[in-house]
């Protein structure tokens, strides 16, 4: 009589990781097996994660991009939509809204062409529009072109200078 | 729930202490593990047909160091699927029962944990596709209920069937 009361608690205790481990099994196995699979374990730094085609890095340092603003050789764009970019921006920012980024970049275009290195950011460490923007201008045929990760919130908390809001 | 003779055997094991009741407790048993089994299928399916997708929804997410980004992501669609086939095919329910259980907690304490902390993130609940749209109050109440079915059918394994697998043969738990 005991024994049977606690049958369905030893049953989970057996149960449990072998449910567990046949699907460790299944999972590891058929991604070995699929020409899709992920690494076990990713690589999701920065520099991996903001990377372009080829797999080299965008990310620009805080500090190289400061020198650069600090020389006037950056042009900074804005990838959050535009109500955010109107709250406050790096200085000289323009402002492409991934989510419309057609409509955007045809207005600002002759901006971009100045020659300058163009760096794109939104906010939050893992914001990914500046990554996907950054891919648009490269593949528009801006050479130039790097992410300032999280760049929002490093930049003003590094008490650098901000236009508007 | 192999053949009639032997779940009469049961609810009539089980009637005679508690007449009138083993009937609708066991229909609503049966819909709620199906219910469940159903509902776990189908997370799974899109998890596992784009993997790369799914360690990204987990990744954004920021709860996981990021070694322990892909595995998770890897195996999480596959448990949901053989604790899904589990509950569907009625085997091994105190096992698929407490993991279920468990699953809810952890998503719904992610859920709540990265509401709060102001995220913007998108749940890759059910899909990979950032078309499902960001997490909201919906996605938390939603899960919630899962839970509840989920806590339910926990309940009934170890407490109710256990009742009844005292006066009759038990079934293959």
């Known amino acids: 009589m005991v024994k049977n009361e606690l049958k369905p608690l030893y049953r989970a205790l057996w149960q449990t990781p072998a449910l567990v481990g046949l699907a460790l099994l299944l999972a590891v196995g058929i991604n070995q097996w699929r020409p899709d699979g992920i690494p076990l374990?990713?690589?999701w730094s920065a520099d991996a994660r903001f990377a372009d085609a080829s797999g080299?890095?965008?990310?620009?340092?805080?500090?190289?991009?400061?020198e650069l603003f600090e020389r006037n050789e950056v042009l900074f764009v804005d990838a959050r939509p535009e109500y955010q970019y109107q709250e406050g921006h790096l200085p000289g920012?323009?402002?492409i809204p991934w989510?419309?980024?057609d409509r955007y970049f045809m207005e600002t275009a002759?901006?971009?062409e100045e020659g300058k290195t163009i760096v794109t950011y939104c906010d939050g460490e893992s914001c990914d529009l500046s990554h996907d923007l950054a891919l648009f201008l490269k593949d528009m045929g801006f050479a130039d072109v790097r992410v300032l990760v999280n760049g929002w919130t490093v930049w003003k908390r590094a008490g650098l200078p901000t236009e508007g809001g | 729930m192999s053949n009639e003779n032997e779940a009469a055997i049961r609810t009539g094991g089980y009637q005679s202490r508690i007449p009138g009741i083993s009937r609708p407790k066991t229909a609503a048993y049966h819909a709620a593990r199906l219910f469940m089994g159903g509902v776990f299928l189908y997370a799974s399916y899109d998890k596992i047909l784009k993997p790369a997708a799914f360690a990204e929804a987990v990744y954004n997410y920021q709860i996981l160091p990021?070694?322990?980004?892909?595995l998770t992501a890897l195996v999480l669609p596959w448990l949901e699927l053989v604790i899904g086939a589990c509950l569907i095919?009625?085997?091994?329910?105190?096992?698929?029962?407490?993991i279920s259980t468990g699953l809810m907690t952890v998503f719904i304490a992610s859920l709540i944990y990265n509401q709060m902390r102001g995220l913007d993130i998108h749940c890759g609940c059910f899909s990979t596709e950032t078309t499902e749209g960001p997490v909201?109050?919906?996605t938390v109440l939603r899960d919630a209920a899962f839970l509840a079915v989920s806590v339910y059918l926990m309940l009934h394994v170890f407490w109710f069937r256990r009742k009844v697998s005292i006066s009759s043969r038990s079934e293959r738990e």
């Open chain 1, 41 to 43: 374990v990713g690589d």
């Open chain 1, 56 to 66: 080299h890095s965008l990310v620009i340092p805080l500090e190289e991009a400061r």
């Open chain 1, 93 to 95: 920012a323009l402002v």
């Open chain 1, 99 to 101: 989510q419309e980024v």
């Open chain 1, 110 to 112: 002759e901006q971009l």
């Open chain 2, 66 to 70: 990021d070694a322990a980004v892909n």
């Open chain 2, 89 to 98: 095919a009625g085997v091994w329910m105190p096992g698929a029962t407490v």
């Open chain 2, 136 to 138: 909201g109050i919906w």
